[in-house]
């Protein structure tokens, strides 16, 4: 394959600092296409995949994570760099629809609810700018499209052009408050550490990352009576971390100037901002993922028994660690298997005989990053869950999406079937060495798990490269264990019609 690169494309490799090797990698990706992932069963209570707490156990664990708090650096790591335009996708349909008023159950219910969302206050005082009509006046008028103009468009809100992060999603007596200012808020329960510093960290998108920082400084005015030191830190998608578009024949595709095109690497690209944070312990939750105050308690209570069970097991691993450094007895590596089996559910998929092989495997297993992740009850979401997936020389716990399931195999088809829970994406993470030495994530990515997709780019079809999902091969080399959460942590905001829901509302 003569793929033909001139002096501008080493340039724009330059740039973005991006190794020509690293794109003969990705290209031969799309030629020789992506092995689908090896599932050997779900991860469940009954097979010992998903760990199920016992009260006794919380009150324990969150005691753990008290005393360790203190005189540790805690981060909060939140993705929001994502736009809100799909929270708004059938407000927009309707705004291209010859309809003149809605005919959707769920858009009428959404005008005759508008009072009771956290942004009604200023989507009233851009009616009246724009049109000189309050919002009765406008819903009596059947003026509907004027409201989602003014809610969406640029010269009122301009929510359709917002991260999510800034839309406020819950009313209070005092205040409305953004989804990043709900995440601040519950954050203050469970992620102050030392010299009770409270950080904070939010990706975001290029363009919006001066209205975060201008939100920031609004809420650090609001809450400067507090005794937390606030913290707020931003990060970007490096461009090194983009993909290169191919056409259908899997050469490089370019664009009308000549130049190659490149696309975003997907959320997994964030492994990148999460490897630059140095922190003793993360907590990750998406943006959209908050309640109002009313509904906190099941977050705040198992983010800390999920981080205290987590220092528990890192305090283990460092200890097996040392062990298998200064000197192993047969006793000892008995103990070390049975929690390498039992605790982190990894089993060697070959029979080690020899003493030192089974000492090596051991260090490779028990030296790595560690992450507790919240698992709810699967009751129909889509999205990721917990699975037992084999590997070349393991078999091992991985949170798998459905995309990367063969869905043409009956058997893969049935095991889908069989799984009990979903990832809400709420989970601890420790990210160093037993000597405290901060890992690179970098080195436990699995770039088997990339996506290709097809694309459309001004008319012509194009394959697009997606790197290893953030929760998926990103982290596929980590020690993961699974926790049961109650469902009532998982208050996803995926469309503007989510946050009329009772576990949106407060009574006011």
Same mark, same amino acid.
């Given at each position: ?23 003969? =990698? ?21 097979? %010992? %995949? /998903?760990?199920?707490? @016992? ?16 005189? =540790? ?7 929001? !760099? ?14 291209? !629809? ?31 700018? +724009? ?43 005092? =205040? ?8 601040? /808020? ?77 696309? *975003? ?105 560690? =992450? ?57 993470? !420790? ?6 030495? @901060? ?5 436990? /990515? ?23 999902? +953030? ?30 829901? *009772? ?6």
């Amino acid at each position: 394959m003569i793929l033909n690169f001139k002096g501008q494309d080493f340039e724009l490799l330059k740039q973005k600092g991006i190794a020509l090797e690293e794109i003969l =990698r990705q290209i031969s990706m799309f030629k020789n296409g992506i092995e689908p992932i090896k599932l050997v069963e779900p991860a469940t209570p009954a097979n %010992g %995949g /998903v760990k199920v707490l @016992k009260d006794r156990e919380i009150e324990y664990y969150i005691q753990i994570f008290e005393e360790f708090r203190s005189n =540790r650096v805690i981060y909060k790591f939140t993705p929001a !760099s994502g736009a809100a335009t799909r929270m708004f996708k059938k407000l927009y349909q309707f705004l291209e !629809s010859d309809d003149m008023e809605p005919q959707d159950e769920e858009l009428k219910d959404f005008f005759a609810n508008l009072h009771k969302l956290a942004f009604y206050h200023d989507l009233e005082n851009a009616c009246k700018k +724009l049109y000189g009509h309050n919002i009765k006046k406008l819903l009596k008028l059947k003026e509907y499209k004027k409201i989602v103009t003014a809610l969406l468009d640029e010269q009122g809100l301009g929510y359709g052009q917002k991260p999510k992060a800034l839309i406020k999603f819950h009313k209070y007596k005092d =205040r409305s408050r953004t989804s990043m200012e709900e995440h601040l /808020v519950e954050a203050f329960s469970y992620a102050v550490g030392r010299d009770n510093a409270l950080e904070l960290h939010f990706t975001v998108s290029p363009e919006h990352k001066s209205e975060f920082e201008a939100h920031a400084r609004e809420l650090l005015n609001v809450y400067d009576e507090k005794n937390e030191k606030i913290n707020f830190s931003f990060s970007v998608q490096k461009p090194s971390t983009d993909t290169i578009a191919v056409d259908m024949n899997n050469m490089p595709f370019r664009k009308e100037d000549g130049n190659l095109l490149f696309r *975003p690497g997907g959320h997994g690209a964030l492994i990148y901002n999460l490897n630059d944070i140095d922190s003793d312990l993360i907590f990750v939750k998406n943006i959209d993922n908050v309640a109002p105050d009313r509904m906190k308690l099941d977050t705040e209570m198992y983010f800390k028994a999920l981080a205290g069970y987590l220092i528990t097991l890192k305090n283990k691993i460092d200890a097996y660690n040392e062990i298998l450094e200064t000197g192993v007895e047969q006793e000892d590596l008995d103990d070390i298997y049975e929690f390498i089996e039992n605790v982190l559910m990894i089993k060697p998929k070959k029979k080690l005989k020899k003493f030192e092989d089974k000492i090596e495997f051991a260090r490779k297993i028990l030296n790595r990053p560690l =992450r507790v992740a919240g698992m709810v009850k699967n009751l129909g979401q889509e999205g990721g869950g917990p699975f037992l997936v084999e590997y070349d020389e393991f078999i091992s716990p991985q949170i798998v999406e459905k995309s990367q399931i063969d869905l043409t195999n009956p058997h893969y088809k049935e095991l889908l079937k069989k799984s009990t829970h979903f990832n809400p994406t709420f989970m601890v993470l !420790s990210v160093k060495d037993y000597k405290g030495n @901060k890992f690179n994530l970098l080195d436990f /990515v699995d770039e088997k798990a990339s996506f290709i997709t097809i694309k459309n780019y001004h008319g012509h079809d194009i394959k697009a490269l997606e790197r290893p999902g +953030l929760w998926n091969g990103a982290m596929a080399f980590w020690n993961t264990v699974f926790v049961q959460v109650p469902l009532t942590v998982f208050n996803p905001v995926k469309t503007v019609f989510d946050l009329l829901k *009772p576990n949106h509302q407060n009574e006011i």
